[in-house]
């Protein structure tokens, strides 16, 4: 699993012209599952969000995390995330799950969040629908996340 990460000053998604979830400060997180991730993985980069210091203490220097400072997080699916992009010029998805096995992935990271932060922290997407995602990154502050299994993959 992989997770593209900023820190914002509010963000949102839109489905068919209605917000089905917002955020004020916090982290908006577009999460990709790619193929043979496990309920692991899920529990896994649920934690290292939560816990991720991206945000400035009283010096101004990043040493709190979205528990520490009380915000939000939104998270929306994003099966783009493990495109691969070295041959041509049309990215292939092969790389990413298929979507019952990715929806299930991803509601399992939205309930994992919801355990560390409180239900009423974490807002999200639709799953498979076409939104539009609407941020103010505050830094700006973006960086990436990926399971266990995903850095096991990449030094193969």
Request: aromatic share 8%; proline share 2%; hydrophobic share 45%.
């Given at each position: 699993m992989k997770a593209l990460i900023q820190r914002v000053s509010q963000a949102s998604v839109t489905v068919d012209g209605s917000i089905t979830g917002a955020v004020g400060p916090g982290l908006l997180v577009l999460l990709g599952v790619r193929e043979g991730d496990a309920d692991e993985d899920a529990r896994y980069l649920a934690s290292r969000v939560a816990a991720l210091?991206?945000?400035?203490?009283?010096?101004?220097?990043?040493?709190?995390?979205?528990?520490?400072?009380?915000?939000?997080?939104?998270?929306?699916?994003?099966?783009?995330?493990?495109?691969?992009?070295?041959?041509?010029?049309?990215?292939?998805?092969?790389?990413?799950?298929?979507?019952?096995?990715?929806?299930?992935?991803?509601?399992?990271?939205?309930?994992?969040?919801?355990?560390?932060?409180?239900?009423?922290?974490?807002?999200?997407?639709?799953?498979?629908?076409?939104?539009?995602?609407?941020l103010v990154n505050d830094g700006p502050v973006t960086v990436t996340v990926q399971s266990k299994s995903e850095y096991k993959d990449e030094r193969a």
């Open positions: 210091r991206v945000f400035n203490d009283a010096e101004g220097r990043m040493n709190l995390s979205v528990v520490d400072t009380g915000g939000s997080v939104l998270v929306v699916s994003q099966f783009t995330l493990h495109a691969d992009t070295r041959k041509g010029n049309r990215p292939s998805y092969i790389l990413a799950a298929e979507p019952a096995l990715a929806e299930r992935l991803y509601e399992l990271f939205i309930s994992e969040l919801r355990a560390l932060l409180g239900g009423d922290r974490v807002a999200s997407g639709v799953f498979r629908a076409m939104m539009q995602v609407a």
